[in-house]
């Protein structure tokens, strides 16, 4: 049995009734979800099941195991009420959309630069690239066109490419598709107003990090 992944189909909802589907220790399985949990640099999501603080989530396949903080009296097929911090969840996504219209950009005017890492918290994210020379020269059409793509607070399209196999991809009309699994905003205008900064991380290895302003 798989969970059900409502934030999917819902990434703004914070509370939701589930039924547990089975216990292991300090670990429960749910029917359905929306506590996300870390895939693709995107951090977990924090949140309780019952009260109880979720301090692990880890997605195997297409399950999701939540390790619960402290002696929970769940039983498998108990019926439990799922809350989500969403002033962390709104900020993850917000960050992870800005980090991945960066990507795109950089693929598009830059030659499609080797991806070799990203990580995306609630403070900031980053993109880490093989690359020769300082990043940071790409930075005034970044922002340039990132701006131009924010300010015209496009509508964001997630939905499903292969629904039995659970992949996903993000469209903006006329700019792009992408693969991912993430949660993402409705439009892009929610995103704000970025400062981007680069990072050395080794020889020919270059980090763009990407903050909300």
Same mark, same amino acid.
């Given at each position: 049995?798989?969970?059900?992944?409502?934030?999917?189909?819902?990434?703004?909802?914070?509370?939701? /009734?589930?039924?547990?589907?089975?216990?292991?220790?300090?670990?429960?399985?749910?029917?359905? /979800?929306?506590?996300?949990?870390?895939?693709?640099?995107?951090?977990?999501?924090?949140? &309780?099941?019952?009260?109880?603080?979720?301090?692990?989530? +880890?997605?195997? @396949?297409? *399950?999701?195991?939540?390790?619960? @903080?402290?002696?929970?009296?769940?039983? /498998?097929?108990? $019926?439990?009420?799922?809350?989500?911090?969403? +002033?962390?969840?709104?900020? %993850?996504?917000?960050?992870?959309?800005?980090?991945?219209?960066?990507?795109?950009?950089?693929?598009?005017?830059?030659?499609?630069?080797?991806?070799?890492?990203?990580?995306?918290?609630?403070?900031?994210? =980053?993109?880490?690239?093989?690359? *020769?020379?300082?990043?940071? =020269?790409?930075?005034?059409?970044?922002?340039?066109?990132?701006?131009?793509?924010?300010?015209?607070?496009?509508?964001?399209?997630?939905?499903?490419?292969?629904?039995?196999?659970?992949?996903?991809?993000?469209?903006? $009309?006329?700019?792009? #598709?992408?693969?991912?699994?993430? &949660?993402?905003? !409705? !439009? /892009?205008?929610?995103?704000? #107003? %970025?400062?981007?900064?680069?990072?050395?991380?080794?020889?020919?290895?270059?980090?763009?990090?990407?903050?909300? #302003?």
């Amino acid at each position: 049995m798989y969970v059900a992944k409502v934030f999917w189909d819902d990434p703004y909802l914070c509370e939701l /009734t589930a039924r547990v589907t089975g216990v292991a220790g300090d670990t429960v399985t749910l029917d359905r /979800t929306i506590a996300f949990a870390f895939s693709g640099g995107q951090e977990s999501d924090h949140g &309780t099941i019952n009260g109880f603080n979720i301090v692990n989530a +880890e997605k195997v @396949d297409k *399950q999701i195991f939540y390790r619960l @903080d402290g002696l929970h009296n769940l039983r /498998t097929g108990d $019926e439990v009420q799922l809350t989500i911090d969403w +002033e962390r969840r709104y900020k %993850l996504m917000r960050l992870h959309f800005a980090a991945e219209i960066i990507l795109e950009l950089m693929n598009q005017h830059f030659g499609n630069p080797e991806k070799i890492g990203a990580h995306i918290s609630q403070d900031k994210a =980053r993109v880490d690239f093989l690359w *020769q020379g300082n990043i940071s =020269r790409t930075f005034a059409a970044l922002n340039q066109e990132a701006g131009r793509l924010i300010a015209a607070d496009l509508p964001v399209v997630s939905r499903f490419r292969d629904e039995e196999n659970e992949v996903r991809y993000w469209e903006i $009309e006329g700019f792009a #598709s992408v693969f991912c699994g993430g &949660t993402h905003i !409705k !439009k /892009t205008g929610e995103i704000g #107003s %970025l400062v981007l900064k680069r990072n050395n991380i080794g020889k020919g290895k270059e980090r763009i990090e990407v903050m909300l #302003s």
